[in-house]
């Protein structure tokens, strides 16, 4: 029988192909994922990502098969006003939005306003099953969290974003910062996604830029720490770890639950996490035993 993957990575990936550093034309990024949808590793993998500037665009016409079925999630690159249009010209093409994800805020502003701006459009969103919020990790933060909480009490299916690189420094929160963030989700019961800068399984040194990755093993750890009641203390030191067996020993003793907070992250390559994975140990590959 084929290996399946653990409980714990359902979903854990989501198909960013289209997006930097991998930047695939949409008709590629559409026939890679249909192969991953249909491979043995399928429950590793979310929906496409796709920015609503193409779904605007109508470049999903005449890519998507009859009658098939496509999920993906739209990133609101051309701001929160136009998620409705966008999200309602995939009807055409047969096409779900399973969620939508927007920034309400630059670095320094104050998230509130688009917080609240995001909230008055969610009726406008049919099918949308979670809405990710992207917040800045500077001002207005914690009250930011709680907004969305408080949403999320009122019956609609929000949650957070946070960025963890980019294209420059002050992207890249310190292992204090996204400790601070985790926790703050953990004691709100607030889920959360990330996005940017995961590039491999363990926190490295990116030699071409000089910036210091996060590690996905090195989240995954954090958050199942914080699930389990540590403090950030503890959870930071998870995300400064470079030797990557306390963090599989971490995720192993959790591989048959679901995975808690963490929803995911977006990666231009499903196959690059993929190998990782199951050179950790933590996917034993799609061969017949």
């Known amino acids: 029988m084929s290996t399946q993957v653990p409980a714990l990575l359902h979903g854990l990936v989501d198909d960013a192909a289209v997006f930097p550093p991998g930047s695939a ?8 994922h249909r192969q991953h949808r249909a491979a043995w590793y399928a429950d590793l993998v979310g929906p496409l990502l796709i920015p609503a500037s193409a779904v605007t665009a109508a470049e999903l016409t005449g890519l998507v098969d009859p009658g098939e079925d496509l999920v993906i999630g739209v990133i609101g690159d051309t701001g929160i006003g136009n998620l409705p249009f966008a999200v309602s010209s995939l ?19 104050d998230p509130l306003p688009g917080i609240a ?9 049919p099918g949308v099953a979670a809405v990710y919020a992207e917040l800045p990790l500077t001002f207005g933060l914690m009250g930011a969290l709680d907004a ?5 009490a009122d019956g609609v299916p929000i949650a957070a974003k ?22 703050a989700c953990r004691d709100r019961g607030l889920p959360f996604k990330l996005t940017a800068g995961l590039h491999q399984a363990t926190r490295h040194l990116d030699p071409e830029t000089g910036f210091t990755h996060h ?19 503890s959870v930071a030191e998870l995300l400064t770890v470079v030797d990557p067996r306390p963090l599989v020993e971490r995720a192993t003793a959790r591989l048959d639950a679901p995975r808690p907070l963490w929803v995911g992250f977006g ?3 499903i196959l690059e996490p993929l190998t990782d994975l199951i050179r950790l140990g933590l996917v034993n590959g799609g061969y017949d035993a």
């Open 25 to 32: 034309a949409l008709p590629d990024a559409l026939a890679a």
């Open 91 to 109: 009807a055409p093409d047969g096409v779900t939005a399973r969620q939508v994800e927007v920034a309400v805020a630059k670095r320094g502003e």
């Open 117 to 125: 701006e995001l909230l008055r459009l969610t009726d406008a969103l």
């Open 148 to 152: 969305l909480v408080a949403a999320r």
């Open 162 to 183: 946070f960025r963890t690189g980019g294209l420059a420094a002050e992207l890249f929160p310190t292992p204090t910062e996204l400790a601070a963030v985790i926790c």
């Open 215 to 233: 590690g996905y093993a090195n989240v995954l750890a954090a958050t199942l720490a914080a699930a389990d009641g540590d403090g950030v203390r």
């Open 267 to 269: 990666s231009c390559s």
